[in-house]
């Protein structure tokens, strides 16, 4: 049986803890449900290692006579555990609270968590790790990266009679130095019945030689690759499958020999990834930018100006919320883009907190060459009484078309704006400006 816990598996088993490995405590059962990790635990009363699990959903009401300090024992859900079975070992990491039934008839526990790793034969410390893999749909067709080429052999008649496969994967693209981030191809090959399949892989990777450095080190650096590509493609574009690596988890012969790292898969609480985006829909891709430095620019930049990327960003990924409040969204994360432009041009920080939202749309305008088909004018003027319309109670509302267009306006001059900030070449901005689908959406509605 595979070691998986995809949504809806139920697996039952013993678990070790990190005070003290070589124990067991068994009866356990694992639940992955799409929302957490479950460990459901069932006892007949308090007695020996099960008075250590009901001490685990004990809250601070709760009083114990060996222990009244609170300080002998754990008390909580523990930051790590592994949970074991005949399908192998589950790291469990990143406690999201407990539950705790009592009855005539015993006690039931259930520990909950949010990210499992599915490790080896070994009880590795998962809580920091060593290397992060991270597959993201899209990536492969906006970097350009290809592992097959197919060659045809044609006969007179111009007919394809055979089709010969050359599969290598090429080396790894390094996009910084920090954690070793790079972009490394691969490849699988798979067969079902009379198909046979090539799937060209590419993965973001980070990985450090020396201690293990924490989770969020390594996927700060994933995910700004991820939103890299969906403000180039403007789609709720999401990793896929996860791996993760620890210098304590080793693979080995069957002698015992070790020979490198294990990549473990990870597994968390989330939905099926979103559709990838044709690679036509990018307005601008890997070469456009010059590649690696292109994607050092952007860590830089998304530094500086987190505080307007951020919810311009979020706009990607949730389109749920009413127009009004997504065009507000967008408003503010243009608004503190300006205000950190102002800053960059050496005004003082009392300064930029006097200009008004038009002056600082102004600002993020002349910050560009390549600009949407309409004046500037119309879209600060516009834009302007869209947010305040939204804003203040007393400002007459901006209507459904209004916002809508506003809405895009502003999508769409925020992309351009990062495009231009990374590097892109005015004149191959503008041609491909001319064929992105937000723009024309633009022109067509006009």
């Not at 068994?26 to 635990?41: C, M, N, P, S, V």
């Not at 979103?274 to 010059?290: A, S, W």
């Not at 300064?351 to 102004?362: G, N």
Request: charged share 25%.
């Amino acid at each position: 049986m595979e070691n998986e816990l995809r949504p809806g598996t139920l697996r039952v088993g013993w678990i070790h803890t990190e005070r003290n490995r070589e124990s067991v405590i068994e009866g356990w059962t694992l639940q992955a449900d799409g929302e957490l990790f479950r460990l459901i635990h069932a006892s007949r009363g308090f007695f020996g290692l099960r008075d250590q699990v009901t001490r685990w959903a004990s809250d601070g009401s709760t009083g114990w006579g060996d222990d009244p300090d609170r300080t002998k024992y754990q008390y909580g859900p523990p930051e790590i555990l592994w949970f074991v079975d005949s399908s192998g070992c589950v790291t469990l990491t990143k406690p999201a609270g407990f539950g705790h039934r009592r009855s005539g008839y015993g006690d039931r526990v259930e520990l909950r968590y949010r990210r499992a790793v599915l490790g080896g034969p070994t009880l590795t410390d998962y809580r920091r790790i060593n290397g992060l893999r991270s597959e993201l749909p899209g990536l492969r067709g906006w970097m350009a990266v290809a592992t097959t080429q197919p060659v045809s052999t044609l006969d007179n008649e111009g007919k394809v009679v055979s089709v010969s496969f050359s599969v290598t994967a090429p080396a790894a693209v390094r996009l910084t130095r920090n954690l070793n981030l790079e972009a490394r191809p691969s490849f699988s090959t798979r067969r079902d019945g009379d198909t046979f399949a090539v799937d060209e892989l590419l993965y973001i990777q980070s990985q450090v030689r020396g201690p293990a450095r924490p989770w969020d080190e390594h996927l700060v650096l994933h995910r700004a690759v991820r939103d890299l590509l969906r403000v180039s493609s403007w789609m709720p574009m999401s990793f896929g499958k996860q791996f993760a690596s620890h210098t304590d988890d080793r693979q080995r012969t069957a002698d015992g020999k070790s020979f490198g790292p294990r990549w473990s898969g990870v597994e968390t609480p989330k939905s099926s990834p979103p559709p990838v985006p044709d690679r036509h829909d990018f307005l601008f891709r890997f070469g456009d930018i010059n590649g690696g430095p292109g994607v050092r620019r952007w860590l830089r930049l998304r530094s500086d100006f987190w505080r307007g990327l951020a919810p311009l960003l979020d706009l990607v990924e949730d389109r749920r919320a009413p127009v009004d409040i997504r065009v507000a969204q967008a408003a503010i994360g243009l608004d503190a883009i300006g205000y950190q432009l102002v800053l960059e041009s050496g005004r003082t920080p009392s300064e930029a907190r006097r200009m008004s939202h038009e002056s600082l749309l102004r600002r993020v305008w002349r910050d560009m060459s390549v600009h949407p088909d309409v004046k500037q004018s119309y879209w600060v003027d516009l834009g302007n009484r869209c947010y305040q319309g939204t804003k203040h109670a007393d400002r007459e509302s901006a209507s459904l078309d209004e916002l809508l267009e506003v809405e895009k306006l502003h999508q769409l001059v925020f992309r351009l704006w990062v495009a231009q900030r990374l590097g892109m070449e005015r004149g191959v901005l503008a041609d491909r400006l001319s064929t992105d689908s937000m723009s024309l959406s633009l022109s067509q509605n006009r």
